[in-house]
């Protein structure tokens, strides 16, 4: 049974960072694509970042520059950096995984964790 757990989450201040990370059992990261997709009130989901088996990334024009993705295989563990926190990044966050970017959205997913920038 695959299970998504991800924590990190917190409230911050604009300006500030955070390094959400997102634990993974039931399957090997190394055989995945793995993605952070945000969600908040009102607003549709929306791809943040994606890290596939070749290395390659992805970032949605909103935080290229400011948010990283990066995975331990060893530790089965997908990590998103955010710097430079803006009030627009406050969202349930939650990681994603699939055999291929295509179907991250409709993969497995984690139960997500809250961000919260606030002035």
């Known amino acids: 049974q695959v299970r998504l757990v991800e924590s990190g989450g917190g409230s911050v201040q604009a300006g500030g960072s955070l390094r959400l990370s997102c634990a993974a059992s039931g399957l090997t990261y190394s055989g995945y694509c793995m993605g952070w997709f945000r969600q908040a009130p009102g607003k549709e989901r929306e791809e943040v970042a994606t890290i596939c088996t070749d290395a390659s990334t992805s970032y949605a024009d909103s935080v290229k520059g400011r948010f990283t993705i990066s995975q331990d295989n060893a530790k089965n563990t997908l990590y998103l950096q955010m710097n430079s926190l803006k009030l627009e990044d406050t969202a349930l966050y939650y990681c994603?995984?699939?055999?291929?970017?295509?179907?991250?959205?409709?993969?497995?997913r984690g139960q997500g964790t809250q961000v919260t920038v606030s002035s």
């Open positions: 994603a995984a699939a055999r291929f970017r295509l179907y991250l959205s409709s993969g497995y």
